[in-house]
Each structure stands twice: as structure tokens, then as C-alpha cells.
């Protein structure tokens, strides 16, 4: 815990904006969409649907972006403009597999630099140079990303999961001196392990009011929650939703922010959160 650090209660919603239903490939570094090749029709959409979810709710986010969507969505988009109060982070540029594990090529450190260099120089074209966060494609993290994150003033990483406590989670600093702000893991209902990340809802596999159970087991630090874009508007088994169950996941992606204001806590990017509470 850093010096200084005063009991809060807040919430940080987090978007990863990448190429749609991703996956890590065996023997390529760059991921790709499902069926072959990059997409990113599903993420612009589904980014159009969690800003109109926001701004109803009158809401501020952390998005992540992978520097190649950012590239293929300012061609069409106003992303400037769309991102005013929010805030900008860094997700990769090809949504590499940094540890190797899906892809059988583990990266070096200059391996590393040359996939950041190229996310930061997309991100700066588009919305202007400025010190960033991090969050690893596939939230998988190794010792040259750690050592090049730190090596190029990286704000915070947001790669890691850490264990809701005694209703307690807060931001940390790794072994490597890097602020961690860590996506959260507890227990449901039913004892079964839930994870601060939307997925297994938008694959149909969880309802919302888990994770509002989850908003209510909360009681101090930073719950930080994540999604996908392309999520709100493709699942990985299901194909492109149909206009129905898009409209029902917006309403109750809706609901869940209306829970977390419910619940007392306050709605925060990550490093605002970070500025407030660790000095950054």
C-alpha cells in the first residue's frame, strides 16, 4: 500500500477496443479475428453502444486500445470527439500474445518495444501523445513486458487479477515497481469463482446480477470491471447478435452501472483513481 493511501470505495469501468472475436494464433504474433484475417466492424459498433450506455448514465471509462483498431476505426470515426472525458490507454498494437502462450512465440524484450513503440504511435496519431496505461492482450504478461513498460514511463499496467479480500482490493506496486491495477476475482452466491471481466455474460454463461453481487461483496479500493466492444455486439460462439438481445445487453450493462452508483461507490477511470489515491 503506498503512503498515504485513504480508504475509498470506486469503480473503474474499463472497455479493451480490439479487432473483433480475437484469438491468439500458433506461429504469428499478430491475433485474429474469428474466421481468418483482422476485423473490426463488430468493435466500431459495439464502441457506438458502450458510449451511448456511458453517456446515459452519465459515466466516464478507461478504454484500451489496440493501436491497429484505433488506425482502422479513425478512417470512419471521430475518436477524438468520441473519447472526450474519457480516458485513453494502451492494449497492444496487434493484440500480441506477449507471453507466447497461444502463439508459440514467446517475446523478447526488443520483440516487446517494437509491438509498443508501434501501439504508442498509432494512439498518438490518432488521439495525441500523452503518458498512458497498459493492459495485456489475453491479460498475459511477461518479465520483457514488465522491464519495457517500466523502461518507458508507462503509467500503471492493468493486466493482473487479484483476489477480492475481505470485500477489499486496491492497487499495488509489482515486483518490477509498476503500479498494478488488477482486475478483480471472487466468489459468487454459489461459491463458484467470478472474475471482474463481462465475458462469460455476453457469452451467455452468467447473468448481470452476478456481477452486481459482485458490486455489493465491494467495500474498499478500486473494482476495476472490464469488457470487450466487439462484445456488445458478437459473442465468440454465437455470431453477430440480433437487434433484440443488443438493445437488452446495453439496458443491462445500463443497470450494472446503476448498481455500482446504487451501491455508494464512485464511478472513476483508472487513472484518475491512480492520480488521487497513489500520487501518479
Known amino acids: 500500500m503506498d503512503a498515504g493511501y485513504t480508504l475509498v470505495r470506486a469503480v473503474a469501468f474499463t ?99 517494437q509491438a509498443l513503440d508501434q501501439g504508442d504511435a498509432a494512439l498518438d496519431a490518432v ?3 500523452a503518458p498512458r496505461g497498459f ?58 469463482k467470478i472474475v471482474s471481466y463481462l465475458w462469460p455474460y455476453h457469452e451467455g454463461k452468467r447473468p448481470m446480477s452476478d456481477y452486481m453481487d459482485l458490486v455489493e461483496q465491494f467495500e474498499e479500493g478500486l473494482l476495476v470491471i472490464a469488457t470487450h466492444s466487439w462484445h456488445m455486439v458478437e459473442s465468440f460462439c454465437g455470431g453477430l447478435h440480433p437487434q433484440e438481445r443488443i438493445e437488452r445487453g446495453m439496458k443491462e450493462m445500463g443497470d450494472l452501472l446503476d448498481a455500482v452508483k446504487g451501491s455508494g461507490a464512485e464511478l472513476v477511470t483508472i487513472k484518475e483513481y491512480l492520480e488521487r489515491e497513489h500520487g501518479l
Request: contains cysteine; proline residues 4%.
Open 135 to 192: 493492459r495485456a492482450p489475453y491479460q498475459r504478461v511477461s518479465v520483457p513486458l514488465f522491464e519495457e513498460l517500466v523502461a518507458r514511463g508507462c503509467l500503471y499496467d492493468s493486466s493482473e487479477t487479484a483476489q477480492l479480500m475481505d470485500g477489499r482490493i486496491v492497487p499495488y506496486r509489482n515486483s518490477y515497481g509498476l503500479l498494478e491495477a488488477p482486475v478483480c476475482w471472487a466468489s459468487d452466491r454459489k461459491g463458484r
Open 15 to 113: 472497455v479493451d477496443v480490439d479487432r473483433d472475436v480475437n484469438q491468439a494464433c500458433q506461429g504469428q504474433l499478430c491475433s485474429i479475428s474469428q474466421g481468418g484475417g483482422a476485423r473490426f466492424s463488430s468493435s466500431a459498433d459495439g464502441l457506438k453502444a458502450v458510449l451511448r450506455v456511458l453517456e446515459r448514465a452519465g459515466t466516464k471509462a478507461t478504454f484500451f486500445w489496440e493501436g491497429r483498431t484505433a488506425q482502422e476505426l479513425s478512417k470512419n470515426m471521430d475518436l477524438p470527439s468520441m473519447m472526450k472525458g474519457h480516458e485513453v490507454a494502451l492494449h497492444g498494437h496487434e493484440h500480441e500474445d506477449f507471453s507466447g502462450e497461444g502463439t508459440g512465440i514467446p517475446m523478447d524484450r526488443g520483440m516487446v518495444k
Open 127 to 129: 488521439f495525441g501523445k
